[in-house]
């Protein structure tokens, strides 16, 4: 899978995250793969205008698990992730 990660992403844990997760698909991603697989695609969808790498990296500081982080975005929670994006 060719994968395209941004500029301001590269080298990043997320960013590394992100590939390894593509390259071993959403049934086999640990937790930090596919919570970074959901923030870039699904969240982007569900809430919009925020970083996905920074709410991955809030999440993780968190200790927030990608079932966790997706009930947040179902919820429409924009306050709680607007703390993750800016932790």
């Avoid at 919009?48 to 009930?71: D, H, I, N």
């Amino acid at each position: 899978m060719n994968v395209k990660i941004r500029k301001c992403d590269e080298g990043t844990a997320y960013a590394k995250a992100l590939i390894a997760g593509w390259k071993v698909g959403r049934a086999n991603a640990t937790d930090a793969q596919a919570m970074a697989m959901y923030c870039e695609d699904i969240m982007q969808l569900m809430v919009g205008a925020f970083s996905p790498r920074l709410v991955w990296e809030g999440a993780r500081k968190a200790g927030l698990t990608t079932l966790e982080l997706a009930s947040l975005c179902a919820d429409k929670n924009l306050r709680a992730l607007d703390d993750l994006q800016f932790s």
